[in-house]
T-cell receptor, first 118, second 109 residues
């Protein structure tokens, strides 16, 4: 069974540009969550999608957005990039939405997209 | 606001040592506490704990949860260089999983 796949693995952009990151969950998983990881802040929750609907959103500005397709694949977009957006963006999938029960907390992570903003 | 605090932030030990990593939390409506190991990029699941006082074990790794005192520890015995990684603690409450900043463990030969 293939794991969570994220593309691209690395990305270099300049300030003001926009970027789209992609995530394919484990087959059969319908919930996709996105996290931003930086050395100073650790993993911070961006948003969660289940059945094409955003269920939860973290405390990030509106420049960060996402969506989920009918095949459960998800994309996140960051517009008007800032230097502080440089980070590892991790996607994780699970069978059900987070918070339904203890059993659903087990997230399976992809290898991430390392974004550098110059 | 839900909060997870891990300590120490970094640790350097020699092969064969035993280490204890700490995770304390404040979350509303606690459901579970999870430990992950992050070696390069993708965090991999280690343990999920939901009940107090019940130790989970996997080889040289073990973990226990104290719901009264709101903390968990992760023990690694007879450490090996392959244990070098960032260990992440996450807690599920009213919000999606909240992660601590992690403990960076370095095991030197």
């Amino acid at each position: 069974k293939a794991g969570v796949t994220q593309t691209p693995r690395y990305l270099i952009k300049t300030r003001g540009q926009q970027v789209t990151l992609s995530c394919s969950p484990i087959s059969g998983h319908r919930s996709v969550s996105w996290y931003q990881q930086t050395p100073g802040q650790g993993l911070q929750f961006l948003f969660e999608y289940f059945s094409e609907t955003q269920r939860n959103k973290g405390n990030f500005p509106g420049r960060f957005s996402g969506r989920q397709f009918s095949n459960s694949r998800s994309e996140m977009n960051v517009s008007t990039l800032e230097l502080g957006d440089s980070a590892l963006y991790l996607c994780a999938s699970s069978l059900y939405p987070m918070g339904r029960s203890n059993l659903n907390e087990k997230l399976f992570f992809g290898s991430g997209t390392q974004l550098s903003v110059l | 606001e839900d909060k997870v605090v891990q300590s120490p932030l970094s640790l350097v030990v020699h092969e064969g040592d035993t280490v204890t990593l700490n995770c304390s939390y404040e979350v509303t409506n606690f459901r579970s506490l999870l430990w992950y190991k992050q070696e390069k990029k993708a965090p991999t699941f280690l343990f999920m704990l939901t009940s107090s006082g019940i130790e989970k074990k996997s080889g040289r790794l073990s973990s226990i949860l104290d719901k009264k005192e709101l903390f968990s520890i992760l023990n690694i015995t007879a450490t090996q260089t392959g244990d070098s990684a960032i260990y992440l603690c996450a807690v599920g409450g009213n919000t999606p999983l909240v992660f601590g900043k992690g403990t960076r463990l370095s095991v030197i030969a």
